[in-house]
């Protein structure tokens, strides 16, 4: 099993910025993809950015210039940078992680909230 913890979450102003975290724990040698998604008030989940092992990411046209998603493999940590914030990048950020293990496996984080209000 793996396990995600975000953290980084909060109330930030339109124009800021604010980074998250997620730190992977477990059985974290068959993780391939490491990414990011969010949830808004009463819309769908959508992907936001992720991450490969071999060296390519995903960006959502919403975000794309203004987030930038890396990964420390030493920490077995994912961030994501984000800048330039609106209001209608609030949601509740969840961390993802995929392994191939097992016919493929998903993993979620129970999400931290960030709010760009004034």
């Known amino acids: 099993q793996v396990q995600l913890v975000e953290s980084g979450g909060g109330l930030v102003q339109p124009g800021g910025s604010l980074r998250l975290s997620c730190a992977a724990s477990?059985?974290?040698?068959?993780?391939?993809?490491m990414g990011w998604y969010r949830q808004a008030p009463g819309k769908q989940r959508e992907l936001v950015a992720r991450?490969?092992?071999?060296?390519?990411?995903d960006y959502a046209d919403s975000v794309k210039g203004r987030f930038t998603i890396s990964r420390d493999t030493a920490k077995n940590t994912v961030y994501l940078q984000m800048n330039s914030l609106r209001p209608e990048d609030t949601a509740v950020y969840f961390c993802?992680?995929?392994?191939?293990?097992?016919?493929?496996?998903?993993?979620w984080g129970k999400g931290a909230l960030v709010t760009v209000s004034s």
């Open positions: 993802n992680a995929y392994s191939p293990l097992y016919g493929g496996v998903d993993y």
């Open positions: 991450i490969h092992t071999i060296g390519g990411t």
């Open positions: 477990g059985s974290i040698f068959s993780i391939d993809v």
